[in-house]
C-alpha cells in the first residue's frame, strides 16, 4: 500500500490592506509545489487578527484563538494594520505581537539575497552573490516594559526603561544562529553589539557568544558595533553570512538587510519556535509564523499592484520548516527564476511582470501567476 500523503493544516491569516491581495497568490504558489511533492494543505482561512474584524467584533481576536491556531502546524500571516482607524497598539500588539508571545517564538528569521533582476541601492560591482541571513532576538532586551517615568512634571523628570537579557534567552538564540551558520557553505556568524557604550547587558551578550562559540569551533565568529555594522550592510554585505542581533538591534537590521536588497516587497520573515515539537506530550504545541516583511501598506492597498512575492518567499520558509525541503528549493528557484526572466522581458519592451516598486508596471495577480506556472514546470 502507499504510505499516506504528507498533510499540513495551516492557519491563513491574510489580515488587512495588501495581505488580503498577496495571500491568494501566495496559496496558489505554495499549493503548486505540494501538488509536485505529493503533500497537502489543508487551509484553515480566519478573518480575524484584521482591522476590519476589530471593526465588527471590537476585538483583534476571536476568544478561542489560541486553540484554533494550535489545532495547526503553521500560521500564514499577510499583514495587520490600519493605522488610520485602529492604532498600532491595538492592532498590532493585539494580534502579530500577541502571537509571538503566546508562542514563545523567539527567533526572527530573514534571509537577504540580491536577486538579480531586482535593481538594488547595493551595486552588484564584482558580480559575488548577497546572500545572508539575520537571526533577531524576538522576546526580550530592549523590548522589555520595566521602567518608567519619574518626578514627572518637574525639572527633575526621569524616564527609564530596562533591557532584559537573560542567560536562557540570550543562549537560545545565539545557539540557533550557530547552529544555522553551521548548516551553510560559509560557516560564518557575525553578532551585533554596542559594548563600547552600553557596558553592562551587551558585553554580557558579547560574553555569551563567546561561550558558546567554543562549542562551534568550526563556525567562524567575529563582531561589530551596531553603528559600523550597518554601514558593512550597505558597503560590505558580502562579508556576512549569519548575523545575530538582539531585539532591537536585530529590528534595525533586519530591515535595512531586506531595504538593501532592493525592495520590502520582496523579503520574507518567519517568527520561529525551533525547539517545539508537535504532539509532544505533556508539553504545549507553540506553532511558528510565516509572513512578509513588509506591513499592509495602506498607500497602495486596492490597486492591485502589491509585490507578492514577499508572501510567497514567506511561504517557500514555511515548507522549508516543515522539512519539505525539496518543494522549499522549487520555488526558490522559481522567484528568481521569473524575476530574472521579467527583468529581460522588461528590457527588451516586452509584457513587463515587475510590479512598481521594483521599478516595472506589472501586478500582484500577473507576477503570482507567473511564479506559480514556474513552479509548476519545475517540479
Ligand atoms: P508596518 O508598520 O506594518 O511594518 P509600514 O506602514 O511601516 O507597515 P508598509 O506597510 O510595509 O510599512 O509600507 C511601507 C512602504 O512600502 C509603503 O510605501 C508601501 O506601499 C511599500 N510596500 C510595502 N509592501 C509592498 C509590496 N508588497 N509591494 C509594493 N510596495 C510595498
Ligand atoms: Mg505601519
Known amino acids: 500500500a502507499n504510505p499516506p500523503a504528507r498533510s499540513y493544516t495551516i492557519a491563513v491569516l491574510p489580515g488587512d490592506g495588501i495581505g488580503l491581495e498577496v495571500m491568494p497568490p501566495a496559496l496558489r504558489c505554495i499549493e503548486a509545489a505540494a501538488k509536485g511533492f505529493g503533500f497537502k494543505f489543508e487551509f484553515r482561512h480566519y478573518e480575524w487578527a484584521s482591522c476590519t474584524y476589530y471593526h465588527k467584533h471590537g476585538t483583534m481576536l476571536p476568544p478561542d484563538w489560541k486553540q484554533l491556531l494550535q489545532a495547526c502546524d503553521a500560521i500564514y500571516f499577510g499583514a495587520v494594520g490600519d493605522p488610520a482607524t485602529v492604532p498600532d497598539h491595538i492592532s498590532l500588539w493585539g494580534s502579530l505581537l500577541l502571537f509571538r508571545r503566546e508562542f514563545?517564538?523567539?527567533?526572527?528569521?530573514?534571509?537577504?539575497?540580491?536577486?538579480?533582476?531586482?535593481?538594488?541601492?547595493?551595486?552588484?560591482?564584482?558580480?559575488?552573490?548577497?546572500?545572508?541571513?539575520?537571526?533577531?532576538?524576538?522576546?526580550?532586551?530592549?523590548?522589555?516594559s520595566i521602567g518608567g517615568r519619574i518626578f514627572e512634571g518637574t525639572e527633575r523628570e526621569t524616564v527609564i526603561q530596562n533591557t532584559v537579557f537573560t542567560r536562557v534567552g540570550v543562549d537560545r538564540v545565539v545557539r540557533y544562529a550557530f547552529e544555522l551558520a553551521r548548516s551553510r557553505p560559509a560557516k560564518k556568524l557575525t553578532s551585533a553589539t554596542k559594548s563600547n557604550g552600553i557596558s553592562i547587558t551587551m558585553p554580557y551578550w558579547d560574553e555569551r557568544v563567546e561561550a558558546i562559540s567554543k562549542e562551534y569551533p568550526d563556525v567562524k565568529v567575529d563582531k561589530y558595533h551596531i553603528d559600523i555594522l550597518c554601514a558593512h550592510f550597505v558597503q560590505r554585505p558580502r562579508i556576512f553570512d549569519v548575523v545575530v542581533g538582539s531585539n532591537l538591534f536585530g529590528d534595525i537590521l533586519s530591515d535595512l538587510g531586506p531595504a538593501c536588497t532592493g525592495t520590502i516587497g520582496i523579503a520574507p520573515s518567519a517568527n520561529l519556535n525551533p525547539t517545539a515539537k508537535r504532539g509532544e506530550p505533556g508539553?504545549?504545541?507553540?506553532?511558528?509564523?510565516?509572513?512578509?516583511?513588509?506591513?499592509?501598506?495602506?498607500?497602495?492597498?486596492?490597486?492591485?499592484?502589491?509585490?507578492?512575492?514577499?508572501?510567497?518567499?514567506?511561504?517557500?520558509?514555511?515548507?522549508?520548516?516543515?522539512?519539505?525541503?525539496?518543494?522549499?528549493?522549487?520555488?526558490?528557484?522559481?522567484?528568481?527564476?521569473?524575476?530574472?526572466?521579467?527583468?529581460?522581458?522588461?528590457?527588451?519592451?516586452?509584457?513587463?511582470?515587475?510590479?512598481?516598486?521594483?521599478?516595472?508596471?506589472?501586478?500582484?495577480?500577473?507576477?503570482?501567476?507567473?511564479?506559480?506556472?514556474?513552479?509548476?514546470?519545475?517540479?
Request: with cysteine; net charge negative.
Open 104 to 144: 514563545d517564538q523567539f527567533i526572527n528569521l530573514r534571509p537577504c539575497r540580491l536577486i538579480p533582476g531586482v535593481i538594488s541601492p547595493l551595486a552588484n560591482r564584482d558580480g559575488k552573490k548577497i546572500d545572508f541571513v539575520t537571526v533577531r532576538e524576538n522576546t526580550e532586551g530592549e523590548y522589555s
Open 283 to 379: 508539553k504545549e504545541w507553540m506553532p511558528s509564523l510565516f509572513e512578509p516583511v513588509h506591513g499592509s501598506a495602506p498607500d497602495i492597498a486596492g490597486k492591485g499592484i502589491a509585490n507578492p512575492i514577499g508572501m510567497i518567499w514567506a511561504g517557500q520558509m514555511m515548507l522549508e520548516h516543515l522539512g519539505e525541503t525539496k518543494a522549499a528549493e522549487v520555488m526558490m528557484k522559481a522567484i528568481e527564476n521569473v524575476l530574472k526572466n521579467a527583468k529581460d522581458a522588461q528590457l527588451q519592451g516586452e509584457k513587463d511582470l515587475l510590479t512598481p516598486d521594483m521599478h516595472g508596471n506589472g501586478t500582484t495577480e500577473g507576477l503570482g501567476r507567473a511564479i506559480e506556472e514556474e513552479i509548476g514546470r519545475l517540479v
